[in-house]
């Protein structure tokens, strides 16, 4: 079965801190993405990876950075936490699919919040 | 640049009654994938369905249906007969075939429709 683990369920973070979100997926997916989902705004895209150590930009990067040295994992890090990061992130991965495009498997979600 | 909108934030209809999700993009792209995905309360997105942009054939999968239409840019999802089960936020998203292929490229979402199903 598909499966795509996040390390927390909630976590919760004062501004400035560092904060690290981790995501694992167990399907040997190439492709990982991080979203970020807020109210009324649906989900963003964050950051991309379609190989070990590659990263893109999505919609939305700044104030993140991302990690993926293995190809099971892609982190997802904040610098310096600030409150208007306050939200739900969600990792996904895909199967790389050459001309086409295949469905992304999601996680459970990690709901940050930064006091 | 792509654009998905759901028109409907929230729809609350009563059990078995049949209800149907809008959904409405914009691309330039002659090649794009379409999904709907449902989130549950439980905040875990599944994936219902794909469909690329050659085929309009319409599809059924038990009491969930797929009307695809190019001429009119929509991909909207009716639910027959609709269960307390189905209560969730539906989301339908879009991907250009661009970029930098194999299907890296994320996808562009809808603010999702939040569908109660009342007992």
């Known amino acids: 079965d598909v499966k795509v683990t996040q390390s927390s369920r909630y976590l919760v973070k004062r501004t400035g801190e560092k904060v690290f979100l981790e995501c694992v997926q167990d399907?040997?997916?190439?492709?990982m993405f991080w979203y970020r989902q807020d109210p009324g705004l649906g989900l963003r895209l964050i950051y991309f990876?379609?190989?070990?150590?590659?990263?893109e930009k999505g919609d939305i990067p700044e104030g993140y950075s991302v990690s993926r040295e293995k190809k099971e994992r892609f982190s997802l890090i904040l610098e310096s936490a600030s409150t208007n990061q306050t939200s739900m992130y969600l990792c996904?991965?895909?199967?790389?699919?050459?001309?086409?495009?295949?469905?992304?498997?999601f996680g459970p979600g990690t709901r940050l919040t930064v006091l | 640049a792509q654009k998905v909108t759901q028109a409907q934030t929230e729809i609350s209809v009563v059990e078995k009654e049949d209800v149907t999700l809008d959904c409405v993009y914009e691309?330039?792209?002659?090649?794009?994938?379409l999904f709907w995905y449902k989130q549950p309360p439980s905040g875990e997105l599944v994936f219902l369905i794909r469909?690329?942009?050659?085929?309009?054939q319409n599809e059924i999968s038990g009491r969930y249906s797929w009307n695809f239409q190019k001429s009119t840019s929509s991909f909207n999802f009716t639910i027959t007969a609709s269960q307390v089960v189905d209560s969730a936020v539906y989301f339908c998203?879009?991907?250009?075939?661009?970029?930098?292929?194999?299907?890296?490229?994320?996808?562009?979402f809808g603010k999702g429709t939040h569908l109660i199903i009342q007992p």
């Open positions: 996904a991965s895909s199967v790389l699919a050459g001309n086409s495009y295949n469905e992304q498997f």
């Open positions: 399907m040997d997916h190439e492709n």
């Open positions: 990876s379609y190989d070990v150590k590659m990263k």
């Open positions: 691309t330039r792209d002659t090649t794009y994938y």
């Open positions: 469909r690329n942009s050659f085929d309009e």
């Open positions: 998203a879009l991907s250009e075939a661009q970029g930098s292929g194999g299907g890296a490229d994320g996808l562009t």
